[in-house]
Each structure stands twice: as C-alpha cells, then as structure tokens.
C-alpha cells in the first residue's frame, strides 16, 4: 500500500497526498510546517519524507476512504499520542 501512495508537493509546506482504494483515489491535502519537522527531531528529513511516513502510518490504522480531506501533521501527535511520533522517528531512522 505505501508504494502506491503518491505524493505531489504543492509548495508552502503542502502537500497533496493520493490513497489508492479500490478503483477510486482518495485525496488529502497534508501540511508540514517548519516548527512540525522540528519537533519530530530527525535532523536533514526531508519535508517530503515524513509526509510519506504519515501517510504510510495513517493508512495502516484505518481504511483509506476515512483518511480527512486536510490533516495538519501537528494534529496527528494530539490524535495518537506518542504513538504517531515514536512511529514517525523509527521509520525516519530506517533507510528509505
């Protein structure tokens, strides 16, 4: 599932994030601010990257058609706890 997952950065830390379910796309625009990559703590990770890792995260706990159309990275951690971030930082610490 993650290698179908595309992403496509539409510039000023968005990002438009494509679900593959089924015969359908499901969308969600993810935003990933400057003082959200600081916080998750992997020193040089990519933007990018990490939006990839939510994504990959999100849709490994829920079906992908409930994935929201906007997600602000900074909700996630308040919506999973620790979880999310401890995810994150594992994934970010393995090759990509």
């Known amino acids: 599932?993650?290698?179908?997952i595309r992403i496509e950065s539409?510039?000023?830390?968005e990002y438009l994030v494509r679900f593959p379910s089924g015969s359908e796309t499901v969308e969600s625009l993810m935003?990933?601010?400057p003082d959200t990559v600081d916080h998750i703590g992997v020193p040089g990770t990519d933007e990018r990257r990490i939006v990839a890792e939510t994504a990959a995260?999100?849709?490994?706990?829920?079906?992908?058609?409930d994935i929201p159309p906007m997600i602000d990275l900074d909700d996630l951690?308040?919506?999973?706890?620790?979880?999310y971030l401890q995810e994150l930082i594992r994934r970010l610490h393995t090759a990509p």
């Open 1 to 4: 599932m993650a290698a179908d």
């Open 31 to 33: 935003r990933a601010t």
């Open 10 to 13: 539409l510039g000023d830390h």
């Open 77 to 83: 951690e308040a919506h999973y706890g620790d979880e």
């Open 57 to 65: 995260f999100l849709a490994e706990r829920q079906p992908v058609i």
